[in-house]
DNA sequence: TATTCGCAGGCTTTAGAGAACATATTTTGC
DNA sequence: GCAAAATATGTTCTCTAAAGCCTGCGAATA
């Protein structure tokens, strides 16, 4: 469904947003061990969500990554999954085809449509804090 | 979604049971152009539907694949992925964690299960006969 | 018996995943 | 203030598995 980095880029934003809102910063070591992660892959998709403004990084000792607690309300799952993956979770024909559309669809067009929407719906009404909830209660994990 | 070789081998699937209700048998050349796939990729594929006992096939001259009319009601979508993609489908967790369960769950698990649900129905409810069918009427394709 | 085909295994290419290493910036200890 | 340690940034290299290709073999039909 998504990408290894994708995948990571998820947990690494859900694990940094549940520290941030405790006034944490963390460091790239710590983020790779918490979520299970190769800590120079991670460091590559991590300084993509900077660029994309989703993390916050600060250099130097005590220093890392962080979310603004407002944000962590407002970034949606939809826009750290494009930062990493684009869009081709929404557009790609379930098929393969080049040009696969309401005019010239393949057969399977119409029945993955409703799949589709489904997760477009999932991705673009979650936010971190929600995540980041469900986590801090103990009924979520991100390793293992 | 599916794998490179699933889309193929739903492709072929679905244009071999076509031409097998007009009694007609295809040989692999034909099939690859017709569905734009890698003729020697698309080999191996059709070799492990056949071994599934999804298509028949027929060596020699005028031989090819084909897939018994009746079958052709009762092989679903599943069974094809099923055979070339296994289970992953249905059980891979979308952040990637090896446990992921009602009991330990991702932060996405209750969300990602919606969607699995509504994948998984739409599988094992759609017959080889009702894809050709939109085929044959020309509001479908296989290829471009 | 020659030709047309599927069958089988291994080889090559490519792109995603991951590792290594050098650089730049900030904090801290003295 | 200054050196040193801690940390992110950036570039390039390597590994790996999926995707795709080649070549020879064997069976069936005309």
Do not use: W
């Not at 005019?103 to 067009?109: A, D, I, N």
Request: glycine content about 6%; proline content about 3%; charged content about 25%.
């Amino acid at each position: 469904m998504f990408s290894k980095a994708c995948e990571y880029a998820i947990k690494a934003s859900i694990y940094i947003a549940q520290q941030s809102l405790q006034g944490k910063c963390v460091n790239l070591k710590t983020i790779a061990k918490e979520i299970g992660s190769p800590e120079a892959f991670t460091a590559k998709i991590l300084q993509e969500l900077v660029k994309n403004n989703i993390l916050k990084s600060k250099k130097g000792s005590k220093g890392g990554f962080l979310i603004e607690p407002k944000s962590v309300y407002t970034i949606m799952l939809s826009e750290i999954v494009y930062t990493i993956d684009g869009d081709s979770i929404y557009k790609g024909c379930g098929l393969g085809l080049k040009q696969c559309n309401a005019q010239k669809p393949c057969p399977l067009h119409t029945k993955f449509l409703d799949v589709r929407k489904n997760l477009k719906n999932i991705l673009e009404n979650t936010n971190l804090y929600e995540l980041t909830n469900d986590l801090e209660v103990g009924i979520s994990y991100l390793n293992r």
